[in-house]
């Protein structure tokens, strides 16, 4: 196992869970650099046959590109300079994770820190292909209150969906931490909630510390110190992230949902709601109408989803050996590293 410096911090969640408050206390460490969300770690894995083998230079060439070139990406809210970011990938060992490591390397190297992270909720989706990718990596997982996540999530202006696929969205993601946590073990997978970080940060950013193996600082109990550094100004989302830690939004679901979206949230995420804690209403059972949306709703995406872990597990049987896991301290090894093992296979 890497020393402690060399892990990677992948922090997921539901949407709307509280992952940007997370991100901007762990930013408020000395030692750790998480920065705004991007939009090529995971698009990288799941199109990496486009790239081909990454011994070949130009290969390599060509992802560097794309992470750095494509606007998509959000590599410029890194506030990276390109050209340089492109030369260290291409000098630097021949693989997805080792190429995504120094975007986020150089990115920590900003701030004078050892240690690197990276945000993003829809990670809960991904968590064995970034194990793949990170080996040493430590996930922490946020849990909220799924009534709360699907009420604040529903009054998003960028949120396509609707309060059905809002409620399978929490539901996936209760799901695939639970299956992480059995898969990665206690040393790499960790779960906190947000109801209890904001009731207590000190408490629990102190025992999140205790985990990554990093001493606690009370600089993590003012995210809004580092808000202007660490979140884009264009996120209006986001505003509360630039204001002292509040509760107020905490049980807010009683004024956000309508009854019927009460009653659907109690009676499909029940289960999942008690065991993590959070008291039910009490709200009637939901109409056959609504029960039945739902249930077709959470089943195409589940296929969906299916089809794309059995594309990736065909992929995988015919990619270059060394392809995809990154080199502990991002150096360009004497020889092409190969795959250890298949133990992050879902």
């Known amino acids: 196992m890497a020393d402690s410096q060399e892990r990677p911090i992948i922090v997921l969640g539901c949407p709307r869970s509280g992952t940007t408050l997370l991100q901007l206390m762990l930013h ?3 030692r750790i650099a998480v920065p705004p ?3 090529f770690v995971t698009s990288v894995y799941w199109h990496r046959k486009r790239y081909g083998d990454l011994r070949e230079p130009d290969n390599l060439r060509g992802l560097a590109e794309w ?3 494509t606007k998509k990406t959000r590599f410029a809210d890194l506030g990276l300079d390109a050209e340089e970011t492109i030369d260290e990938i291409v000098n630097g060992p021949p693989t997805l994770g080792s190429a995504l490591g120094t975007v986020f390397r150089r990115y920590a190297r900003k701030f004078d820190k050892p240690r690197w992270g990276d945000k993003r909720p829809a990670y809960h989706h991904s968590i064995p292909q970034l194990a793949r990718m990170f080996p040493d990596a430590q996930f922490v997982h946020l849990i909220r209150d799924g009534r709360d996540c699907v009420g604040s999530l529903k ?8 309060s059905y696929a809002a409620i399978a969205t929490w539901a996936e993601a209760i799901d695939n931490g639970r299956a992480a946590a059995r898969e990665l073990g206690s040393g790499r997978f960790y779960e906190l909630q947000y109801e209890q970080l904001i009731g207590d940060p000190e408490g629990e950013l102190s025992a999140l510390c205790g985990f990554l193996g990093e ?11 580092v808000a202007g550094i660490a979140v884009p100004k264009r996120k209006k989302h986001h505003a509360n992230t630039h204001r002292e830690i509040t509760k107020a939004n905490s049980g807010a679901w009683r004024e956000r949902l309508e009854p019927w979206e009460i009653s659907l949230c109690e009676t499909v995420l029940g289960r999942r709601l008690k065991r993590n804690g959070y008291e039910l209403s009490g709200a009637p059972r939901p109409s056959a109408a ?3 949306h739902y249930v077709r709703v959470s089943t195409r ?3 969906s989803w299916r089809r794309r872990q059995l594309r990736d597990r065909v992929w995988r049987l015919n990619e270059p050996s060394g392809l995809v896991a990154a080199v502990p301290g991002g150096k360009r090894p004497d020889s092409t590293p190969t795959e250890t093992s298949n133990s992050d296979e879902g």
């Open 28 to 30: 408020a460490h000395p």
């Open 37 to 39: 969300e991007t939009r």
């Open 67 to 69: 992470i750095v070139r």
């Open 155 to 162: 009054n998003m202006s960028w949120y396509r969906g609707d």
């Open 215 to 225: 001493e606690f600082h009370p600089a993590m109990c003012e995210p809004h110190q």
């Open 290 to 292: 609504h029960l039945t």
């Open 301 to 303: 995406r589940s296929l």
